[in-house]
T-cell receptor, first 115, second 112 residues
Framework: DTGVSQNPRHKITKRGQNVTFRCDPI?????LYWYRQTLGQGPEFLTY????????KSRLLSDRFSAERPKGSFSTLEIQRTEQGDSAMYLC?????????????FGSGTRLTVV | TQLLEQSPQFLSIQEGENLTVYCNSS?????LQWYRQEPGEGPVLLVT?????EVKKLKRLTFQFGDARKDSSLHITAAQPGDTGLYLC????????????FGTGTRLTIIP
């Protein structure tokens, strides 16, 4: 298994544009998570899926943010009308259900810069 | 909202010294994990602790979960430059390995 893959690694966009990130989790993991991390801080929870169902969304996830996992495999995170405050590292992680000992496997993240 | 506070926020020590990083909360966690993150990469799991008072060792790293499952510590013996990184604790409030709440992080620099 190649681990959790995120694309693109870096994205620079102008304020007001829409962006979409993709995450491919470990194939046998049915849980997928999105986190946002700003410089020098710990990751903040955004949302998570069990298979294709989105089970929880953070209040941080405003109406401009939407996430999908249409077939319970890869996931996309879209940000509409980007703002400078959206600049951050967006991390995706996956885990097998019920096996807390194995923790999350994170991807390398997508670094978003809004100019 | 569950909060995990880590201390110190920054730590810079000489190679060969020992150090301890703390992770504290007012909330009880069913399990707690420690991750290390390199610049430009995602966090990598080091250990999971689930039982109050549990101690786990990973080579020169010793992890302890508080008796009340509200706090944890990470002790590194004879630190090496390869230990440099951002150390994050993360707690889960249930046993289903669902949402993790991450701490504020400790940025560790080991000086050769």
């Amino acid at each position: 298994d190649t681990g959790v893959s995120q694309n693109p690694r870096h994205k620079i966009t102008k304020r007001g544009q829409n962006v979409t990130f993709r995450c491919d989790p470990i194939s046998e993991h049915n849980r997928l998570y999105w986190y946002r991390q700003t410089l020098g801080q710990g990751p903040e929870f955004l949302t998570y899926f069990q298979n294709e169902a989105q089970l929880e969304k953070s209040r941080l996830l405003s109406d401009r943010f939407s996430a999908e996992r249409p077939k319970g495999s890869f996931s996309t995170l879209e940000i509409q009308r980007t703002e400078q405050g959206d600049s951050a590292m967006y991390l995706c992680a996956s885990s097998p259900r019920g096996d807390m000992g194995r923790g999350y496997t994170f991807g390398s993240g997508t670094r978003l810069t809004v100019v | 909202t569950q909060l995990l506070e880590q201390s110190p926020q920054f730590l810079s020590i000489q190679e060969g010294e020992n150090l301890t990083v703390y992770c504290n909360s007012s909330s009880v966690f069913s399990s707690l994990q420690w991750y290390r993150q390199e610049p430009g990469e995602g966090p990598v799991l080091l250990v999971t602790v689930v039982t109050g008072g549990e101690v786990k060792k990973l080579k020169r790293l010793t992890f302890q979960f508080g008796d009340a499952r509200k706090d944890s510590s990470l002790h590194i013996t004879a630190a090496q430059p390869g230990d440099t990184g951002l150390y994050l604790c993360a707690g889960s409030s249930n046993f289903g390995n669902e949402k993790l709440t991450f701490g504020t992080g400790t940025r560790l620099t080991i000086i050769p």
